[in-house]
């Protein structure tokens, strides 16, 4: 028994050697590991460190019920302390109906004076966050996408609106203002909300936020798009480069593509390119990667063959 790890433990003569101290910290110590220290609980002296510390584990519902921890998460905003609705005290008594009734009112009397704009807050960050990891988008590109909401909010644009669209709207014009290769389609699959609402919230803010923050909202071009197709397709960084290479061939033979979609003439070179060095995806595949349509594809890729006039074997 004395061998034991436990009993050592506890014995006083083995935390004196352990720890090295010279002299108890109390009459009757009752040492407990908490945050990866030894504390004393009679007293409160840490009596060492323990950093081999891990999260007790809960099998049972008495257990659970016991560790659980009904402490709010700590906020960004507005209040960091919270008064919940409780039915017991600090040592876990339960509270006559008087101290029910006044953390009731306490609870609803905080609430009203926590304002709409911190309500916002506490739910469109969030979500921003996980739109972020979801596409993800560097950190500066989610800070841009803040300050521009909260300035969304600062304006109660978002009443009777979508905060869904505006977050998803925020974030498609921070990747914008960065030139970062995403999709508006992208964005909008990830935050579940659908394309004409990020569409109609993103006007919005084109209109009456980007121009008085000073930020330059610039269109997607086909030259980003390539790569970020052309890494989808698992294709050769050689392939790519040819792709850019008949792209800037056909800038130079006067080819025009303003007014249609950078999304339809990069996967047109990336699909001649890809035929040339070998390495053939199916008109389908590279749609469904550009999210167009087969016939789009081919209006592009007729194009190219028609003016450029050349050999795309031989690139």
């Not at 910290?25 to 840490?46: A, F, H, M, R, Y």
């Not at 977050?167 to 970062?180: D, K």
């Not at 909008?188 to 936020?209: E, F, G, K, Q, Y």
């Not at 800037?248 to 990069?266: E, F, H, L």
Request: with cysteine; glycine share 4%; aromatic share 8%.
């Amino acid at each position: 028994m004395k061998n034991n790890y436990k009993y050592k433990l506890k014995s006083k003569k083995f935390e004196n050697d352990f720890y090295h101290i010279d002299s108890p910290c109390c009459e009757g110590p009752n040492l407990t590991v908490k945050d990866g220290v030894l504390v004393c609980s009679n007293c409160g002296i840490v009596r060492g460190e323990n950093l081999v510390d891990h999260e007790k584990r809960a099998y049972s519902f008495e257990e659970i019920n016991e560790r659980q921890q009904n402490s709010p998460r700590w906020r960004e905003f507005g209040p960091r302390t919270i008064i919940p609705v409780t039915h017991v005290d600090s040592k876990g008594k339960s509270l006559d109906a008087q101290g029910k009734t006044l953390f009731l009112r306490l609870s609803k009397i905080q609430n009203s004076l926590v304002s709409s704009i911190e309500r916002n807050y506490w739910e469109s960050k969030p979500k921003l966050n996980q739109l972020a990891s979801k596409l993800a988008v560097p950190e500066h590109i989610k800070e841009t996408a803040w300050k521009i909401y909260t300035n969304v909010v600062k304006k109660k644009l978002t009443m009777g609106r979508s905060i869904d669209g505006f977050v998803a709207a925020s974030l498609y014009a921070a990747i914008r203002i960065h030139e970062f290769p995403r999709l508006l389609e992208d964005v909008s699959d990830a935050s579940l909300t659908p394309r004409h609402t990020v569409v109609r919230t993103l006007s919005i803010l084109l209109r009456d936020i980007l121009p008085e923050l000073s930020m330059s909202y610039k269109p997607i071009t086909a030259k980003q798009l390539v790569y970020k197709f052309g890494n989808e397709l698992n294709l050769p960084m050689e392939t790519q480069n040819n792709a850019i290479n008949i792209l800037a061939r056909a800038r130079i033979q006067g080819i025009s593509y303003m007014g249609k979609d950078p999304k339809g003439v990069a996967a047109s070179v990336i699909y001649l390119a890809a035929k040339a060095n070998s390495f053939r995806r199916t008109q389908s595949e590279i749609a469904n990667v550009a999210k167009i349509t087969e016939v789009t594809l081919r209006n592009r890729i007729n194009e190219l063959r028609k003016t450029l006039k050349i050999d795309f074997s031989k690139l």
